[in-house]
């Protein structure tokens, strides 16, 4: 029976191991094949958030692979539309700051600001931008509502479809 595994290359041998042969069976992977081409790293500006930011340069950071930063304003909490507008105006300049510290470790860094719900725009985030991994602070800056209310990070690794990675702050 053939072994078929795509992308790598098999290669089997019968070995006589005394009593009964045996196969041995050597699976290579090829070198180019990275298992995370596109991060997302949901960034609320918590030490968590930066935190995740830092985990994503330590161990990610390659010139084959894209940096995807997003920034969610939430909608309404109180505020009128143009406290709104300028919030996120500060986040914007904010992230294009952070994505642009560090930009030649990675192929690409793309900063994006959305506004609305921070779990449903990661997730649609993650599926339209074809993200391979989420890495994300483990508290955001949710707080009391966080506790009373559920983890934008629990509800987000629960719902994506690609590889979670959750970071703590030192």
Not at 94 to 122: M, Q
Request: include cysteine; proline fraction near 5%; glycine fraction near 6%.
């Amino acid at each position: 029976m053939p072994i078929r595994h795509r992308p790598a290359q098999a290669q089997a041998s019968l070995v006589d191991c005394r009593r009964r042969p045996s196969w041995v069976v050597q699976i290579t992977l090829p070198k180019a094949a990275m298992p995370y081409q596109r991060i997302l790293v949901p960034i609320d500006f918590s030490d968590a958030s930066l935190t995740a930011f830092q985990l994503a340069l330590d161990h990610y950071a390659h010139p084959d692979r894209t940096l995807v930063l997003l920034h969610v304003v939430t909608a309404g909490g109180g505020q009128d539309l143009a406290a709104q507008s300028a919030a996120a105006e500060e986040a914007r300049r904010r992230i294009t700051t952070l994505g642009n510290s560090r930009k030649a470790a990675w192929k690409d860094v793309e900063t994006l600001v959305e506004a609305g719900k921070p779990t449903e725009l990661i997730i649609t985030t993650a599926q339209r931008e074809g993200v391979d991994l989420v890495i994300m602070g483990s508290h955001g800056t949710g707080g009391v509502r966080q506790m009373l209310f559920g983890s934008t990070t629990y509800d987000v690794a629960r719902k994506v479809r690609c590889s979670v990675l959750i970071s703590k702050p030192d």
